[in-house]
């Protein structure tokens, strides 16, 4: 069973910044795509970004030029470098990481971001 274990949320204030890590127990070269999700409190979780295997990344349009993701092989984590915040990236971020073959689907257990005003 896959584990991952997000760290690097908090409180930060307007136009700062924030680096969130995702850990992952096994090597995530395994992995076809791992991602990153937040969910906002009464609203539906949604995509912030995604790396392939194979390093192509794609952002939703939200954080496009704010936000970058990136993988660290060696290390078996997964990044997400997020500035210039907002108050509407406040939500809980969420790990993914998804096996094609087999089809296999991984969470981890958040980690809190809060962006004051």
């Known amino acids: 069973q896959v584990q991952l274990v997000e760290s690097g949320g908090g409180l930060v204030q307007a136009g700062g910044s924030l680096r969130l890590s995702c850990a992952a127990s096994?090597?995530?070269?395994?992995?076809?795509?791992m991602g990153w999700y937040r969910q906002a409190p009464g609203k539906q979780r949604e995509l912030v970004a995604i790396?392939?295997?194979?390093?192509?990344?794609n952002y939703a349009d939200s954080v496009k030029g704010r936000f970058t993701i990136s993988r660290d092989n060696a290390k078996n984590t997964v990044y997400l470098q997020m500035n210039i915040l907002k108050p509407e990236d406040t939500a809980v971020y969420y790990c993914?990481?998804?096996?094609?073959?087999?089809?296999?689907?991984?969470w981890g257990q958040g980690t809190q971001v809060t962006v004051s005003s």
């Open positions: 790396i392939t295997s194979g390093g192509n990344t």
């Open positions: 096994g090597s995530i070269l395994s992995f076809n795509v």
């Open positions: 993914n990481a998804i096996k094609l073959i087999p089809n296999q689907n991984y």
